[in-house]
C-alpha cells in the first residue's frame, strides 16, 4: 500500500480556483482507476468504460465547500510520480485549468503525512471553522461514493475508516465536540448579528440546493425556531427534500414571488448559474426589504456584485472564515495530539500488515510445497507411522525456517523498509503478495444529510 494525496483548501487558494478544480470530482477518481471501475456496491448501473491509469490501485475524492482532496493508492513505490502525473492531468482535463495551474494549485503528500492530514481535515482542525461538524459526515461519504463506483481500494478504506475514528475521537475527548460549530451555524449567527432584532420564528427564508449543506441549514433552522422555509433546486430535488425535512418546495414560477417576499436567502446548491445583480433588483422591487444573502456554495449561487444593492447585505465563505471564533489553545492541543498519535498508529499498522500479507504469502507457498511432497510420500508407503513420522519431521523443520524470516520482516516493518521485504519475498520465491479484501463501510446517523453526492448539489 502506497499512499499519497493531492490536496487544494481555502487556506492556500481562493475559492473560485478550488471549485474550478473541483468540478468533475468524481471523474477524476472514476477514470484514473486500475483495475477499471466495479459495478456500484448498491447494485446500481455500472458506469461507463473509461481507460483506467496502469499506476493507480485505487482514488477517493474529497470535494466539500473550501476543499478539492484526491487521495490515492499507487501500485508501487516506484509508480507514485507517473500516477501523480496522469491524475493532475485528469484533474486538468475536468477542470479546464491549464495543466500548469493544476500543478501549483495542488499539495502533494506522502507517505505518513497522508493521514496525518486526512485526519486532521476529518476532525475539523483544517476546517475554516475549526472544529466544525459537517466534514467528518462528508469523509465518510467520500469513501462511500468511492466504494459504490469501485474505486475505493482496500488500503484507502482503512485509512478513511481511521479518518473517521479519529474524527469521533476528538469529538468525543475535546471541547471540539460539545462548541457545535460548523459553517452554517457560524453563517446564521453572523445573519443574526446583521439585524439585531432579527426574529428567526417569524423570518421568511428561502433556500437554494438540497445538498448537504441545505440538509444541516435546515436542521439549524429548525433549531431557532423558523418555519417558513421554502426550497429551490434547479435539479428538481425541491419536492422530495421538504417531504422528508419540512418546508416549501419551489418552482421556477414561484422562485420570483417566494424571493421577493424573503427575510434570507441561503444558497446552498453550487450550480452553473447565478443570481445577477439584475435580476434580484427587479424581483425585488422599487420599495425592498431589507434582505440578507448567505453564500455558502462554493462556485457561488449568487454574483457578488449582489451586495452593492440597497439594503442587501451578502456573507460568504469568506465571511464565515473570518467570524469564525478561536479555539482554545488546550483543545487545539489536545486534538492535535490525538490527531498525531491516530497517524502514527495507522502507519505502525500500515507497515505491520504489509509484511503480515507477505509472510502469510510465504506460509502458504512453502506449506504448499511440504503438503506436495507429503502426497508423494503417502502415495508411495500408504499412510503409515514411518511416514507420520516424516511429516512430523518436515512441519517442525518448516516453522524452523519461517521464523527468522517472520522475525526479520517485522524488524524491517519497522525502520519503515517493510516495500523492501515484501520485494524480496516475491522475487526469491516467485509469489504475488497481495492484501486481503477491506469490510466495506456503511453510512451511520451523522446528523448531516449525506444522500446527495455533491455537498452543495
Known amino acids: 500500500m502506497v499512499l499519497f494525496s493531492l490536496t487544494a483548501t481555502h487556506a492556500d487558494l481562493n475559492l473560485e480556483t478550488v471549485a474550478?478544480?473541483?468540478?468533475?470530482?468524481?471523474?477524476?477518481?472514476?477514470?484514473?482507476?486500475?483495475?477499471?471501475?466495479?459495478?456500484?456496491?448498491?447494485?446500481?448501473?455500472?458506469?461507463?468504460?473509461?481507460?483506467?491509469?496502469?499506476?493507480?490501485?485505487?482514488?477517493?475524492?474529497?470535494?466539500?465547500?473550501?476543499?478539492?482532496?484526491?487521495?490515492?493508492?499507487?501500485?508501487?513505490?516506484?509508480?507514485?510520480?507517473?500516477?501523480?502525473?496522469?491524475?493532475?492531468?485528469?484533474?486538468?482535463?475536468?477542470?479546464?485549468?491549464?495543466?500548469?495551474?493544476?500543478?501549483?494549485?495542488?499539495?502533494?503528500?506522502?507517505?505518513?503525512?497522508?493521514?496525518?492530514?486526512?485526519?486532521?481535515?476529518?476532525?475539523?482542525?483544517?476546517?475554516?471553522?475549526?472544529?466544525?461538524?459537517?466534514?467528518?459526515?462528508q469523509v465518510r461519504r467520500a469513501l462511500i461514493n468511492a466504494q459504490e463506483t469501485g474505486t475505493a481500494s482496500p488500503g484507502l478504506v482503512r485509512l478513511f475508516q481511521a479518518a473517521s475514528r479519529t474524527a469521533k475521537d476528538v469529538g468525543t475527548r475535546t471541547a471540539l465536540g460539545s462548541r457545535g460549530l460548523s459553517i452554517v451555524s457560524v453563517a446564521l449567527e453572523l445573519a443574526t448579528d446583521l439585524s439585531e432584532t432579527r426574529d428567526w420564528p417569524s423570518a421568511r427564508v428561502v433556500l437554494f440546493g438540497t445538498g448537504a449543506y441545505a440538509g444541516a441549514t435546515m436542521a439549524l433552522l429548525r433549531e431557532r425556531g423558523c418555519t417558513d422555509v421554502s426550497v429551490f433546486s434547479g435539479s428538481g430535488r425541491a419536492t422530495d427534500f421538504v417531504t422528508a425535512r419540512g418546508g416549501t418546495a419551489l418552482d421556477g414560477d414561484s422562485l420570483s414571488s417566494a424571493i421577493a417576499q424573503a427575510d434570507v436567502l441561503i444558497g446552498c446548491s453550487g450550480s452553473d448559474r447565478q443570481v445577477s445583480a439584475a435580476e434580484l433588483a427587479e424581483v425585488r422591487g422599487e420599495d425592498p426589504k431589507p434582505l440578507v444573502v448567505i453564500d455558502l456554495a462554493l462556485s457561488r449561487d449568487f454574483d457578488p456584485a449582489v451586495d452593492e444593492l440597497d439594503g442587501v447585505e451578502l456573507l460568504t465563505l469568506e465571511s464565515v472564515r473570518l467570524a469564525a471564533p478561536e479555539e482554545t489553545a488546550e483543545s487545539l492541543a489536545e486534538a492535535t495530539r490525538i490527531v498525531d498519535g491516530a497517524a502514527h498508529d495507522f502507519e505502525a499498522e500500515r507497515r505491520s500488515r504489509s509484511v503480515d500479507t507477505a509472510i502469510v504469502a510465504l506460509r502458504k507457498h512453502t506449506m504448499s510445497v511440504l503438503d506436495a511432497e507429503m502426497e508423494r510420500v503417502r502415495a508411495r508407503h500408504g499412510c503409515t507411522a514411518a511416514a507420520e513420522e516424516v511429516e512430523f519431521a518436515l512441519r517442525r523443520m518448516v516453522k524452523q525456517l519461517l521464523h527468522t524470516p517472520m522475525v526479520r520482516g517485522r524488524e524491517l516493518a519497522a525502520a519503515g523498509l517493510q516495500e523492501q521485504y515484501v520485494n524480496a519475498i516475491e522475487a526469491l520465491y516467485g509469489i504475488d503478495v497481495v492484501e486481503p479484501a477491506a469490510p466495506a463501510v456503511a453510512a451511520d446517523n451523522c446528523p448531516v444529510d449525506h444522500r446527495a453526492r455533491d455537498l452543495t448539489a
Open 20 to 137: 474550478r478544480l473541483s468540478k468533475g470530482a468524481s471523474a477524476v477518481a472514476a477514470g484514473n482507476v486500475h483495475p477499471p471501475v466495479l459495478p456500484p456496491a448498491s447494485g446500481g448501473m455500472a458506469q461507463a468504460a473509461v481507460e483506467p491509469l496502469q499506476s493507480l490501485n485505487g482514488a477517493v475524492v474529497l470535494s466539500t465547500c473550501n476543499r478539492f482532496e484526491v487521495y490515492a493508492e499507487a501500485v508501487t513505490d516506484h509508480g507514485i510520480d507517473a500516477a501523480r502525473e496522469e491524475l493532475l492531468a485528469g484533474i486538468a482535463a475536468q477542470s479546464g485549468l491549464d495543466r500548469g495551474t493544476v500543478d501549483q494549485a495542488l499539495t502533494v503528500r506522502r507517505g505518513s503525512d497522508v493521514a496525518r492530514h486526512l485526519f486532521a481535515v476529518g476532525a475539523g482542525l483544517d476546517s475554516a471553522v475549526v472544529g466544525e461538524r459537517e466534514i467528518a459526515g
